[in-house]
């Protein structure tokens, strides 16, 4: 039987010993390649629509998964790598004091001049160098009143700032840079995936090659191209993602090829989520114009109320006398609606101390990299087991559709 067998191979040895290994690499890489495609573009549904429903069309997964992908991959960074509490610790209100009280006091100064040009007709015939005396005690309070804001910021910031909410709502609105999150940080994963698939391709092809010369039935091809569309999909992911933890096998040490990668995928995730996601204005606009932005307006009212009645000494007193409780509180109410409404155009002076105290790419970057493989796998993983099975499936078809095209080559 095995010295017939090794006649039949000696007398069709020729190009399909080269030709069909190489062609099957090609269907493994080529299948690889598109799958890839797929998961990540069109950005938008192409195809066809009936009623609003989806025929044969196509969505890449990761944006047709917006939601899910981005609560997923945020999951990460709210549940093991930030503490909101504890990074907000890191601010010092007195440097932040000091960083607006240029800008706050000036502020606070144009106010207090035109309130009382308006209500107090006496300001206007008293000297300029009077006026500067009764500025400096009326505006003494303000270092104190952005530090005690800061403070009730700080003690009250998990009720107030939603991180989750803020990075997953950029994400969904941005489906571009959700894609580029994951393309750069497994780009060599990605592009393991490209090239295993023709090399898989290749020793499959080689196999399939060996049932084909003795029985020439012609449906080897096609079920061969699927089941290498199929494998070389399959086997590539399971090396990426596992042995999750290393093992010895024969003195070799194995190990998931993007585990492996752990402190160099950190370093480039943290970057990427620090210029993109959770940068100074985009955690600023979330907490001042957040759900619970009512929470930070009880704040700023409260102390610049209170800031304003401390400061305001024997001015407020003689413009009570003169002019009645109800005009005092209404200059005051008029006030600090607009020192609330400056401080959107006041905040940028505190960005640079902010982002350097905060310090968010550092701590992703240490926390990132420290943590354990099966919490590390679970940052990419979700891209494919979303719908993994589309993915394998696909190489599958194409790989049968490319093997019946081989039938007419072979």
Same mark, same amino acid.
């Given at each position: 039987?095995?010295?017939?067998?090794?006649?039949?191979?000696?007398?069709?040895?020729?190009?399909?010993?080269?030709?069909?290994?190489?062609?099957?690499?090609?269907?493994?890489?080529?299948?690889?390649?598109?799958?890839?495609?797929?998961?990540?573009?069109?950005?938008?549904?192409?195809?066809?629509?009936?009623?609003?429903?989806?025929?044969?069309?196509?969505?890449?997964?990761?944006?047709?998964?917006?939601?899910?992908?981005?609560?997923?991959?945020?999951?990460?960074?709210?549940?093991?790598?930030?503490?909101?509490?504890?990074?907000?610790?890191?601010?010092?209100?007195?440097?932040?004091?000091?960083?607006?009280?240029?800008?706050?006091?000036?502020?606070?100064?144009?106010?207090?001049?035109?309130?009382?040009?308006?209500?107090?007709?006496?300001?206007?015939?008293?000297?300029?160098?009077?006026?500067?005396?009764?500025?400096?005690?009326?505006?003494? $309070?303000?270092?104190?009143?952005?530090? $005690?804001?800061?403070?009730?910021?700080?003690?009250?910031?998990?009720?107030?700032?939603?991180?989750?909410?803020?990075?997953?709502?950029?994400?969904?609105?941005?489906?571009?840079?959700?894609?580029?999150? =994951?393309?750069?940080?497994?780009?060599?994963?990605?592009?393991?995936?490209?090239?295993?698939?023709?090399? =898989? @391709?290749?020793?499959?092809?080689?196999?399939?090659?060996?049932?084909?010369?003795?029985?020439?039935?012609?449906?080897?091809?096609?079920?061969?191209?699927?089941?290498? @569309?199929?494998?070389?999909?399959?086997?590539?992911?399971?090396?990426?993602?596992?042995?999750?933890?290393?093992?010895?096998?024969?003195?070799?040490?194995?190990?998931?090829?993007?585990?492996?990668?752990?402190?160099?995928?950190?370093?480039?995730?943290?970057?990427?989520?620090?210029?993109?996601?959770?940068?100074?204005?985009?955690?600023?606009?979330?907490?001042?114009?957040?759900?619970?932005?009512?929470?930070?307006?009880?704040?700023?009212?409260?102390?610049?109320?209170?800031?304003?009645?401390?400061?305001?000494?024997?001015?407020?007193?003689?413009?009570?006398?003169?002019?009645?409780?109800?005009?005092?509180?209404?200059?005051?109410?008029?006030?600090?609606?607009?020192?609330?409404?400056?401080?959107?155009?006041?905040?940028?002076?505190?960005?640079?101390?902010?982002?350097?105290?905060?310090?968010? $790419?550092?701590?992703?970057?240490?926390?990132?990299?420290?943590?354990?493989?099966?919490?590390?796998?679970?940052?990419?993983?979700? #891209?494919?087991?979303?719908?993994?099975?589309?993915?394998?499936?696909?190489?599958?078809?194409?790989?049968?559709?490319?093997?019946?095209?081989?039938?007419? #080559?072979?």
């Amino acid at each position: 039987m095995w010295s017939q067998l090794i006649e039949i191979y000696q007398n069709n040895f020729g190009w399909n010993f080269v030709l069909m290994p190489l062609i099957s690499g090609i269907i493994g890489w080529g299948t690889n390649v598109l799958a890839l495609k797929m998961t990540f573009y069109p950005l938008e549904y192409k195809g066809i629509k009936i009623k609003g429903k989806k025929f044969l069309g196509w969505q890449g997964i990761v944006p047709e998964k917006a939601a899910s992908m981005a609560s997923r991959s945020v999951d990460m960074i709210t549940t093991k790598l930030i503490n909101v509490e504890d990074q907000f610790e890191r601010l010092d209100p007195k440097r932040i004091s000091e960083q607006m009280q240029p800008a706050i006091l000036e502020l606070t100064r144009d106010i207090f001049d035109e309130s009382l040009n308006k209500e107090f007709k006496v300001w206007k015939l008293l000297p300029e160098k009077q006026k500067e005396i009764i500025f400096k005690k009326a505006t003494k $309070e303000i270092p104190q009143v952005i530090e $005690e804001i800061m403070k009730d910021l700080k003690k009250d910031i998990i009720q107030i700032f939603n991180i989750k909410k803020m990075a997953v709502d950029h994400l969904m609105e941005n489906k571009i840079l959700l894609n580029k999150i =994951f393309l750069e940080v497994g780009h060599k994963e990605f592009k393991f995936i490209e090239i295993s698939g023709f090399y =898989f @391709g290749v020793i499959f092809g080689f196999i399939q090659l060996l049932i084909w010369i003795p029985f020439q039935y012609w449906l080897i091809l096609p079920v061969g191209g699927l089941i290498v @569309g199929y494998l070389t999909n399959w086997i590539a992911l399971q090396l990426i993602f596992n042995p999750v933890k290393e093992i010895s096998f024969f003195g070799l040490k194995f190990q998931g090829l993007f585990i492996k990668r752990q402190k160099e995928v950190s370093s480039g995730y943290s970057k990427i989520i620090a210029e993109n996601i959770m940068t100074m204005p985009r955690i600023f606009d979330a907490i001042y114009y957040g759900p619970s932005s009512d929470k930070l307006m009880q704040i700023l009212e409260k102390h610049f109320n209170e800031g304003i009645d401390r400061s305001s000494g024997y001015t407020g007193t003689i413009l009570k006398l003169t002019k009645g409780t109800e005009t005092y509180e209404r200059i005051k109410s008029e006030a600090v609606r607009r020192l609330i409404q400056a401080v959107p155009e006041q905040i940028d002076q505190i960005f640079e101390y902010s982002k350097e105290a905060l310090d968010i $790419e550092y701590t992703l970057n240490d926390k990132m990299s420290k943590l354990p493989p099966q919490d590390f796998v679970g940052f990419l993983r979700p #891209v494919f087991q979303e719908d993994e099975w589309k993915l394998i499936l696909v190489g599958a078809i194409l790989g049968l559709v490319a093997g019946l095209i081989q039938i007419f #080559v072979s």
